[in-house]
């Protein structure tokens, strides 16, 4: 089996009903590859009823399976809200609300436990890549954050560097492909089906260099923030990666 590919938009916190439409119109496309948006956990079950065959996800989940734990959302609820997937650990969790990879992986085997599939985010910060510190923070976060129960069925990397998070900044493609590689050959040591594992790229994703991001080995997809809000831009860069 070789890794699916998969367009992944993050709507963050965006959206609200009148949202919906742009979602009708990526389930409305000829996508050819696999589709997932996640939008704010209020919108999932308005989503799921417009979502056709476009996947619907959460972007965070706790740990528990339920309890005193104001304001969050579990696994299961997300599961029984029609959601298939959700993203977890992703920077702006790490960073706003102080998330440990012994966290992310704890949430991770809940999700997996409600039969969500995970769409783990690692990244370095600028400092961090300008301190030649990249490879060993990427291999950090990957031992940290991927439980043991991970398999290619339920699991999807996204590498995010967090400096190229809504900055319009990207890696170059050597940058890319040399954290890509580093992520597919830890899991292929790690995880008997590790070489199936979709591996996306996110960080300032566009229809203008979707298109040479998705030429880069080891890049099964991307995980899109801003452009995909709105169908006219998420829908070229499902088009590239389709084509790719
Ligand atoms: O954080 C991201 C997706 O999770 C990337 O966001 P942008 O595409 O807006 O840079």
Redesign the pocket.
Known sequence: MAPKKLAAG?WKMNGLTASLAELDAIAARENGCDVLICPPATLITAAVAHSGEVAIGGQDCHAAESGAHTGDVSAAMLRDAGASHV?LG?SERRTDHGETDGQVAQKAIAAHEAGLVTVI?IGETEAQRDGGQTLDVIATQLAGSVPDCATAANTVIAY?PVW???TGRTPTNDQIAEVHALIRETLAARFSDGNDVTLLY????KPGNAGEIFDIPHVNGA?????SLKAGDFGPIIDALAAA
């Open positions: 993050n993203i992703h985010c995010e190229a998070i809504g996110g960080g300032s994703v995980l899109v923030g801003g452009a």
